[in-house]
């Protein structure tokens, strides 16, 4: 592969990359590429990665279940990629299940491996991370990339995130070192709405919009938008029963309306925030709505 070939995520061999932990707030990027495996029948497995080497069972432990012909049979933790059935157009792959917990560099060389074997020519990681967002508001999506004719192509930026990373950026790494290009969609989940096992379908819905353009690919969304309705419902409910819940998220939405607007600059943004802590330092008795929920 080289850097003059033509990019075009909607016909090339693509790879979605979506694996569950700490990349998948809410479990929004798992559920999205799940339900384009269900929908699409990407159920032809390539490749299992479940070495252990990879895994500490202490953290993620092996599940014991019965098998389809009734025989106990312990499922341990790992990843596959899955593609659609032999006799099938083979344009789309997946790349799911659990990201592991050690030799990150020596598992990406094993994605990468089989990215090779099955001549993938292009990586989406799709992902979702806690974030200072309005649950009352659209989702946002990221799209970024590292490679400068991806970001032509798609009129995209770079990331200019630093800081802690997962697996999915080191997978990307080791795929953009051998020249298959590599697209990033991170969605950001409001972070009072996260919890064990909450999933978070509006931002879902949000990783599917953008994968629809961007892969072509669609599914059957009506469900989905119903269990974003009631998410949603459910939170307004929460909100307004804290009254520090709802100065916060109040702070939240202007913030969000004040950078989407025509005047989101740097100083629109910081004098935004400096107005919201401003109320509360006029009354010292007023819910301090600045703090984080989670740190109750």
């Known amino acids: 592969m080289t850097d003059s070939l033509p990019i075009s995520f909607s016909t090339d061999r693509t790879l979605l990359v979506a694996l569950r932990g700490w990349n998948d707030a809410g479990e929004a ?16 497995l390539v490749v299992t990665i479940d070495d252990e080497v990879y895994y500490d069972y202490g953290a993620f432990r092996p599940r014991i279940e019965n098998d389809a012909e009734g025989r106990r049979v312990i499922r341990w933790p790992g990843v596959r990629i899955a593609a659609a059935p032999g006799d099938r157009e083979q344009r789309l792959y997946t790349l799911t299940g659990l990201e592991p917990s050690l030799r990150w560099r020596s598992f990406a060389a094993e994605v990468v491996a089989a990215c090779r074997l099955e001549s993938i020519e292009r990586i ?13 508001r ?23 995130y630093e800081g802690p990373t997962g697996i999915p950026s080191v997978i990307a790494e ?16 409001p972070h009072y709405t996260s ?5 978070s379908p509006k931002a879902t819905l949000a990783l ?18 119903r269990e974003a309705e009631a998410w949603e419902e459910r939170f307004d409910d929460a909100v307004a029963a804290d ?5 916060y998220v109040r702070y939240l939405e202007e913030a969000r309306d004040v950078m989407d607007s025509d005047a989101a600059t740097g100083d629109a943004i910081a004098a935004e925030f400096e107005r919201f802590l401003a109320k509360d330092d006029d009354d010292p008795d007023a819910p301090r709505g600045r703090r984080s929920p989670d740190s109750r």
């Open 29 to 44: 990027a798992s559920t999205a590429v799940s339900m384009i495996e269900d929908e699409h029948a990407l159920d032809r």
């Open 208 to 225: 599917l919009d953008e994968l629809a353009g961007l892969v072509d690919v669609e599914v059957d969304r009506g469900e989905l938008e």
């Open 124 to 136: 989406v990681i799709v992902g979702a991370l806690l974030a200072d967002a309005p649950h009352t």
């Open 174 to 189: 080791a795929a953009r070192a051998i020249g298959i290009p590599v697209v990033s969609l991170w969605a950001a989940v």
């Open 138 to 160: 659209d989702i946002r999506v990221s799209v970024t990339s590292d490679d400068p004719q991806v970001r032509a192509l798609l009129g995209i930026e770079a990331s200019q």
């Open 243 to 247: 009254d520090e819940l709802v100065a």
């Open 195 to 199: 919890g064990p096992e909450t999933h």
